[in-house]
């Protein structure tokens, strides 16, 4: 196990360099000058072109590159444009954590509902729970983050005052935000859920095991439900990069400052030390997640080479 973590880790090199590459030439190539930004509207050309030289931006974009590379592998991305502060303390001192606590609930949002209605779908196969748990699955496919959160703020914070409307604070401020980012996952998971147990349960030696007599209860969560989890955590795992991605725009539209709605700050203020180091967060964490999907395999079902 071991072995295969380190392995797993060596490989994500390649991954991370060709996230920082991409980001690296996207930023330099969008409208915008930096150096105009930071030195600001009044500032003469003389003090622009002072300013590009002290961001170092006359250098060649290979050079300013392996310089960026070099300072993360330090755990030095640089100063923020805007702030000048530091990104490292930009990104850790409160915002990473409001992210991955938001990812996190997310995460569970889609797994709990998720599996559930997977499970009882696939239970009682065409029947009317099954066709209706499948109408609502199809249903959180095919509403947008920004659509669903702004419904859920309507009805719950401002129609019935259960719920505040924005901000980060006690468990109330997480609930809407979740839902939010989680339902759709919960729709995949769900779905996939029961595709995979119905597969499992079609299988001989659950036939067996109901013809020995054991109980549905048995065969389904001691029996089926281990088998079939294998791809369902696949989906969670990749769902996970989605839910970084929407907490984006979940951190927006609930007034969340985490990690996600700095990266809209700084990609509007042309903050290129910014929105490289978050996008790099980002990355690690999709990275590290998949790392874990892989060894959850083996947890799962021990028949599983880690090879």
Same mark, same amino acid.
Request: aromatic residues 10%.
């Given at each position: 196990?071991?072995?295969?973590?380190?392995?797993?880790?060596?490989?994500?090199?390649?991954?991370?360099?060709?996230?920082? %590459?991409?980001?690296?030439?996207?930023?330099?190539?969008?409208?915008?000058?930096?150096?105009?930004?930071?030195?600001? =509207?009044?500032?003469?050309?003389?003090?622009?072109?002072?300013?590009?030289?002290?961001?170092?931006?006359?250098?060649?974009?290979?050079?300013?590159?392996?310089?960026?590379?070099?300072?993360?592998?330090?755990?030095? +991305?640089?100063?923020?444009?805007?702030?000048?502060?530091?990104?490292?303390?930009?990104? @850790?001192?409160?915002?990473?954590?409001?992210?991955?606590?938001?990812?996190?609930?997310?995460?569970?949002?889609? /797994? @709990?509902?998720?599996?559930?209605?997977?499970?009882?779908?696939?239970?009682?196969?065409?029947?009317?729970? !099954?066709?209706?748990?499948?109408?609502?699955? +199809?249903?959180? %496919?095919?509403?947008?983050? @920004?659509?669903? $959160?702004?419904?859920?703020?309507?009805?719950? &914070?401002?129609? *019935?005052?259960? *719920?505040?409307?924005?901000?980060?604070? !006690?468990?109330?401020?997480?609930?809407?935000?979740?839902?939010? %980012?989680?339902?759709?996952?919960?729709?995949?998971?769900?779905?996939?859920?029961? &595709?995979?147990?119905?597969? #499992?349960?079609?299988? !001989?030696?659950?036939?067996?095991?109901?013809?020995?007599? #054991?109980?549905?209860? +048995?065969?389904?969560?001691?029996?089926?439900?281990?088998?079939?989890? /294998?791809?369902?955590?696949?989906?969670?795992?990749?769902?996970?990069? $989605?839910?970084?991605?929407?907490?984006?725009?979940?951190?927006?539209?609930?007034?969340?400052?985490?990690? $996600?709605? +700095? %990266?809209?700050?700084?990609?509007?203020?042309?903050? @290129?030390?910014?929105?490289?180091?978050?996008?790099?967060?980002?990355?690690? *964490?999709?990275?590290?997640?998949?790392?874990? #999907? !892989?060894?959850?395999?083996?947890?799962?079902?021990?028949?599983? =080479? *880690?090879?």
């Amino acid at each position: 196990m071991f072995v295969f973590i380190v392995r797993r880790i060596f490989q994500t090199i390649p991954v991370m360099f060709g996230v920082t %590459l991409a980001v690296f030439l996207m930023m330099h190539f969008i409208p915008g000058d930096p150096a105009r930004i930071m030195a600001g =509207e009044a500032a003469n050309p003389e003090q622009v072109e002072q300013m590009r030289e002290n961001l170092g931006l006359n250098d060649p974009l290979h050079t300013q590159y392996l310089r960026f590379v070099t300072n993360a592998v330090r755990g030095d +991305l640089g100063n923020s444009i805007r702030t000048s502060r530091p990104v490292t303390e930009e990104i @850790f001192a409160s915002r990473f954590g409001i992210t991955v606590q938001l990812a996190v609930a997310g995460t569970v949002t889609t /797994v @709990f509902f998720g599996m559930l209605a997977g499970i009882v779908s696939a239970t009682k196969k065409g029947s009317f729970t !099954d066709i209706s748990l499948m109408l609502v699955a +199809l249903l959180g %496919l095919s509403m947008p983050n @920004f659509w669903l $959160g702004i419904m859920l703020i309507f009805f719950f &914070s401002v129609n *019935l005052g259960w *719920l505040p409307v924005a901000g980060w604070g !006690d468990f109330q401020h997480i609930i809407l935000p979740a839902i939010t %980012l989680g339902l759709t996952g919960a729709a995949i998971v769900a779905r996939m859920t029961r &595709s995979s147990l119905l597969e #499992v349960l079609d299988q !001989d030696y659950i036939r067996t095991a109901r013809a020995k007599g #054991v109980s549905q209860r +048995l065969v389904v969560y001691k029996h089926a439900l281990r088998n079939a989890l /294998v791809p369902v955590v696949t989906v969670v795992g990749l769902q996970f990069g $989605g839910l970084l991605g929407g907490a984006v725009i979940t951190e927006t539209i609930f007034a969340i400052n985490g990690l $996600g709605r +700095l %990266l809209i700050d700084s990609i509007r203020a042309h903050d @290129f030390p910014m929105v490289q180091g978050s996008v790099l967060i980002f990355a690690m *964490l999709f990275v590290f997640v998949n790392c874990l #999907v !892989d060894v959850a395999y083996r947890i799962i079902n021990k028949r599983i =080479e *880690l090879s």
